[in-house]
């Protein structure tokens, strides 16, 4: 890299590194941590130590409450898949300059139910691809008393090496993460929030306000609070000003909840996304487009592009609690 | 209002087509009529009287008709209201029958019978010179097809210095170098925010925009902002935002052009 420091230079080598941890028990966390994070401490690294409050005392405890290390107890890191990607990619880079690695070890949401379980393993999927020029080093942990055989399997396809208590060892199941997650690829089927009745509905949609407004109309009057809507209303005018930049007419959309989620879908007749990666990657420079994609997933809870066969399919939630 | 005046707003533009006009001036007229203010209607070949005008802002948020009746409001002949010595007389007239302001409306359309382009450039002269009394406010429409046009969006823009709307956003300058945003910002005004952040940052070291009143900017806002100032941000200029709804706040950070602008923190 011409002008590159070396430290910058040396930490642009080192590409990503996305390792499993497999555990059964309190001694096997420990000992299968402790070399992550003894590494990472020697290395001079942004050691980051996050999960339930129960785990990270343990692994506090094992290392004396090291103030090289940020031990976080019941963080909301892990609230949002994609604010997740954002914000270590943004870690990541603010190191460079400095020569430093971000390492991290923790559990990855298991999700509450098969979407969220689904939005989970794309974010394993997406972290060689999101963060893979930045110097990051992921070890997700995973229980595997309390993890189901095929949500582990699943997972474990996102990860080059697995780790345990007896070391680390080679992953011959890894998958390359384009394949990964073309196998998680959302559905077009219709998801049962969108039998429902919509709250909103606007078959030809030409402008972003009347959109905008009737969905924030339709937040308020159900008391969501007044954040979570204005983001979500947020992400929805991204979605549709993509749609009318770029794809082609009709553009339908429609808002539908069961109380307590919101799913707005909106459809267009256009080609669909040319690169799949598209609002995954870290954002462009200043100035260029492909913003508002990268935004919109950040802006609510999960985002879905489907490729319909007449067309593409965006499914956005919100989920307030 | 100020000390019983309505609040002086000087010579400014608003984007919109003949058809949408009715809406796009609303605000504008309904501010003068509130007011107190005489407000007066440029006339064309298809707008002669004040009934026709009333008819145009039928289910508009604003009673023309109680204005009307008591002279308040005014369609004038053309031929009169696009004159130097025509205007200015309506002025001077409006203010001895003891209206404590005079606002107008007119555009390059209404004017076409009696001016050609170049005349209503040297028309907006006339205006921008009795707007420098503080009893006199001019708003002129533009159609929004000029904000597309290479160069000439800026020029249109310096001719109105106190201001500029379109489709829902409304940016007005109430002091060198700090403009006020209200409304909304998506792909209809887009164009012309940036060419406002051009027309307006140069000659400046600090350009505040106060986003109090602004209800929504999409990434596109942003970007619009960001793109126009290049140039001045990189020469050492600052732009600074305050009053940001949290919303906004996040959107920026999470484009990153938190880190374009200077932010001031939450009150």
Known sequence: ??????????????????DALLFDSDESLVTATAPFIADGIAAGDVVIVHGPAYEVDMLRQAFDDDPRVSFEAGTDRYRRMMTTVADYQRLCTAQVPAGRRVRSTGPVPLGDDRRTRLE??????????????????????YDTRTTSPEVLQRRLGAHRRIVTAD???????YLDPIDLLAELAPAVAPNPLETLPPVVGQPDCR??????????????????????????????????TNAHQHAAPPISASLHSDGRRWLCVITDSGPGLADPWTGFDAPPPIGRGGLGLWAARQLCDQLDIARARNGTKVSLWLDPD | MTDGIPRHEGHQLVLATPADEACAVTAWVRRGVDGGAKVLYAGSEALTT???????????????????DRGQLDVVDPAR????EGYERLVTDALADGYPAVRSVSSPDSAAGVLG?????????????????????????????LASENDQPTDVLDGHPWGWAAAGLHIEVREPGRLHLHGEVDLANEAMLEAAMRAVSRDLDVLVLDCAQLLFAGVGAWRAIATATEVFRYRGG??????????????????GYDQEFELESES
């Open chain 1, 207 to 240: 402008a972003a306000a009347p959109l905008r407004h009737a969905v924030a109309d339709a937040l308020h009057r159900t008391g969501v609070p007044a954040e979570s809507a204005g983001e979500f209303v947020a992400a929805v005018h991204e979605v549709f």
């Open chain 1, 167 to 173: 070391g680390s060892v080679g992953n011959d199941g």
């Open chain 1, 1 to 18: 890299m011409n002008g590159a420091t070396d430290a910058e230079t040396d930490v642009a080598d080192r590409r990503c590194e996305h």
């Open chain 2, 238 to 255: 600052a732009v600074r935002m305050r009053g940001l709804h949290p919303t906004a706040r996040r959107v920026l950070a999470v484009t």
């Open chain 2, 117 to 145: 382009d170049a005349r209503f450039a040297e028309f907006e002269q006339v205006l921008d010179r009795a707007c420098r009394s503080p009893e006199t406010s001019a708003l002129c429409r533009y159609d929004p097809d």
């Open chain 2, 81 to 84: 209201f696009y004159s130097a």
């Open chain 1, 120 to 141: 989970w393993t794309r974010y394993e999927a997406l972290v060689e691809r999101a963060l893979g020029a930045l110097p990051f080093f992921g070890l997700c942990r």
């Open chain 2, 50 to 68: 004040v009934e026709q005008l009333i008819g145009r802002f039928d289910g508009a948020d604003v009673d023309l008709s109680t204005a009307a």
